[in-house]
C-alpha cells in the first residue's frame, strides 16, 4: 500500500521522508497545511454524511446522567491518599507505543504529536512519573506513594465487532506508584487497596459475588504472600465473593510483571464477564529510568458495568 502512495505521489522514499527526515514541528506544520485545505472543501452534506457513518463520532448509548451518578460514587469510595484527576482527552504522542508496547495503528493519533487518550492508566502513569520524579529530586530516596484515580472516555481505534462493543467508552482507571521497600510490601498494600476497592463499588450497585483472580508472575515465588496477604484478608472482608490464585491465566504476561489480577461476576443473562483488570508494570521504572519504582495499574469499564448488570442508582 505504501509503494502505491509513493508511485502515485510522484515522491520516492515519501514514507522515510515524513516519518525520518521532516522535524517534527515541521511535519506537523505541512500537515496541519494539508487538513486546513481538506477541511475548506468539506460541505455541510458530506460533513452530515461523515457524522452519520464515522464509527468513531456516534454518541455513546448510555444516559449520561446515571454516569455522573456512578462517577461520584467511584470517588466517594476511593481509599484515603487516592486523588481523583480529570485528565485531558489528548496526551503526548507514543504514550501507548512507548511504555505499554500497544501498536499505534490501535490509537486515534492527532497531526499535532498527540494522540487522543485511548487508556486512562497510560495517562495517569505519566502523571505518577511526573510526580514522583518531584519528590525524587528533593529526596533521591523518597517512598512517598502517588495514588491516582480517573474516570474519563477513551477512544480505541481497532474495529470493534458486535452490539455491545463501541470505538469510545468510559474507563474507571487507578494507578499507585511509589519506591520498593522490600520484602513485597508495596505490592501487598497497593493490592489490598485497589483490590478492596473495586469490591466495596461492586457491592454498592448491587454486584456482590464478584470472583476475584490473581497470577503470581515470579513463577510462583510470590504465591504464599499473595495468598496470605492479599488473598485471605479480601476473603475475610468480603465473604460473598471469591477470592483465589489463577496460575492458568495466559493474558497479560510480558505486559505486566511480578502479579497481575482480574474481578469478574455473572452478568444477569449468566454470562461470565470480566470487569476489572490490572497489575504491576515497569512503566515509572522506565519513565524515570529508577529500578526502584514500582507502579500498580487497574481499569473498570464502568460503561460496561451499568449496560450489563441492572445495578442500583
Avoid at 111 to 138: G, P, Q, Y
Wanted: net charge positive; aromatic share 6%.
Amino acid at each position: 500500500m505504501i509503494e502505491r502512495i509513493e508511485r502515485h505521489a510522484g515522491v520516492g522514499a515519501l514514507l522515510e521522508v515524513l516519518a525520518e527526515r521532516l522535524p517534527p514541528t515541521d511535519l506537523q506544520s505541512l500537515l496541519l497545511e494539508a487538513y486546513r485545505r481538506r477541511a475548506a472543501a468539506v460541505s455541510p452534506g458530506r460533513l452530515l454524511e461523515r457524522y452519520r457513518r464515522d464509527r468513531f463520532t456516534a454518541p455513546a448509548g448510555v444516559d449520561p446522567r446515571s454516569m455522573a451518578e456512578l462517577d461520584l460514587l467511584v470517588f466517594s469510595l476511593l481509599p484515603d491518599g487516592y486523588e481523583a484527576v480529570e485528565l485531558s482527552p489528548v496526551c503526548p504522542l507514543g504514550t501507548n507505543s512507548a511504555i505499554a508496547t500497544v501498536d499505534q495503528n490501535k490509537v486515534l493519533t492527532t497531526i499535532r504529536n498527540s494522540e487522543v487518550v485511548a487508556d486512562t492508566t497510560n495517562v495517569l502513569a505519566l502523571e505518577c512519573a511526573a510526580r514522583r520524579h518531584e519528590l525524587l529530586r528533593r529526596d533521591a530516596r523518597s517512598a512517598a506513594r502517588v495514588r491516582l484515580a480517573s474516570s474519563q472516555r477513551v477512544v480505541r481505534a481497532q474495529p470493534f465487532r458486535g452490539p455491545a462493543s463501541h470505538q469510545h467508552f468510559r474507563l474507571l482507571g487507578l494507578v499507585a506508584a511509589g519506591r520498593d521497600r522490600g520484602s513485597f510490601r508495596f505490592e501487598v498494600e497497593s493490592l489490598l487497596e485497589q483490590l478492596g476497592f473495586f469490591l466495596r463499588l461492586l457491592q454498592a450497585v448491587g454486584v456482590a459475588d464478584a470472583l476475584v483472580a490473581i497470577t503470581d508472575l515470579e513463577g510462583g515465588h510470590r504465591s504464599a504472600a499473595l495468598e496470605a496477604d492479599v488473598l485471605a484478608p479480601l476473603a475475610g472482608r468480603f465473604p460473598q465473593a471469591s477470592c483465589r490464585l489463577d496460575p492458568g491465566r495466559t493474558t497479560g504476561r510480558g505486559y505486566y510483571t511480578g502479579a497481575c489480577f482480574d474481578i469478574s461476576a455473572v452478568d444477569p443473562t449468566g454470562k461470565e464477564l470480566q470487569l476489572v483488570d490490572g497489575g504491576f508494570t515497569t512503566w515509572t521504572r522506565r519513565l524515570l529510568s529508577n529500578e526502584k519504582e514500582r507502579l500498580l495499574i487497574s481499569g473498570l469499564g464502568t460503561e460496561r458495568l451499568r449496560e450489563r448488570f441492572a445495578i442500583r442508582p
